[in-house]
């Protein structure tokens, strides 16, 4: 039997079509005129290219260093994530079992965290890492950008945490199992899917941050790729069909990301709001 829709679970599927439609619209159009001339985008801006320029891209990469930029960003990127996800995972651990007087004091803590905007911070941090002499330097960004990532990392590792059964530790415990143990054996792989969806924040976050990546470093070699694209806009013109494709090239990573693990994305801010 086909089973009929209510009408208001109609008008839901008829609203996130809407917006689903203006998300991906934009996104199109953006590939569209990566692939055109500039007189074409000037002339039929919202029409399909007549050749496809398939050129673009391949200036886009080379005259605007993006190779460097995509290596210095995923260097940045792999190492916040991983040390993201480590100092995060076991800061979430110690607040979600282990029991301590400081505990809700220091999850406090980290809440707070998510709060501080980046604008707050942004001329202390680059004063501090002028005499440190850690600007122009990829630590320089390695170091703020764990620190800001730390705050949601803990928040929804926390709550997976919470969620599991405490007779898995205490029985762990009773067969000598040490505190490391139950957290690198029994917790991580219990709370993977939680790694996930801190991992991918984590990573498409930092893979798209600018205003730290142009404040603290300065040299070209050592610019990551948000800061690269705006090398593409100049003071008098702009190649418009280059920095689109530019994007295009810069963005891929995040949608290809995204695309491949949607489910366990969703599957885990779910179960990071239902657990604890």
């Given at each position: 039997m086909v089973k009929r829709l209510k009408f208001s679970n109609i008008i839901i599927y008829l609203l996130l079509s809407v917006f689903a439609l203006l998300y991906v619209l934009p996104f199109l159009w953006m590939v569209s005129v990566s692939f055109k001339t500039n007189a074409e985008v000037f002339v039929n801006p919202f029409q399909l290219p007549k050749v496809f320029q398939w050129n673009n891209y391949y200036v886009a990469w080379n005259s605007g260093n993006l190779g460097v930029a995509t290596l210095n960003s995923l260097i940045v990127c792999v190492i916040t994530l991983i040390a993201s996800m480590l100092?995060?995972?076991?800061?979430?651990?110690a607040i979600a079992r282990m029991r301590w007087k400081l505990s809700r004091p220091a999850m406090t803590y980290f809440l707070i965290g998510m709060m501080i905007p980046v604008h707050c911070v942004l001329i202390p941090l680059f004063i501090q890492f002028s005499k440190l002499n850690l600007t122009n330097q990829l630590l320089g960004l390695?170091?703020?950008?764990?620190?800001?990532?730390?705050?949601?990392?803990?928040?929804?590792?926390t709550n997976f945490f919470k969620?599991?059964?405490?007779?898995l530790f205490e029985a762990a415990c009773i067969d000598?199992?040490?505190i490391y143990?139950?957290?690198f054996h029994i917790a991580l792989p219990l709370a993977k899917?939680?790694?996930?969806?801190?991992?991918?924040?984590?990573?498409?976050?930092?893979w798209n941050e600018l205003l730290m990546a142009m404040v603290f470093i300065s040299d070209v070699q050592k610019k990551t790729l948000p800061v690269t694209l705006t090398y593409f806009v100049g003071p008098y013109a702009t190649n418009y069909v280059q920095m689109f494709a530019a994007?295009?090239?810069?963005?891929?990573p995040s949608i290809l990301i995204y695309c491949c693990f949607s489910n366990q994305i969703v599957d885990g801010l779910t179960q990071g709001a239902i657990k604890g």
């Open positions: 100092i995060g995972s076991m800061a979430a651990f390695i170091l703020p950008y764990i620190t800001f990532s730390l705050p949601m990392t803990i928040f929804i590792m969620g599991m059964a405490s007779e000598g199992c040490s143990r139950c957290f899917t939680g790694l996930f969806v801190t991992g991918l924040m984590t990573f498409v976050n930092n994007i295009v090239i810069a963005i891929a």
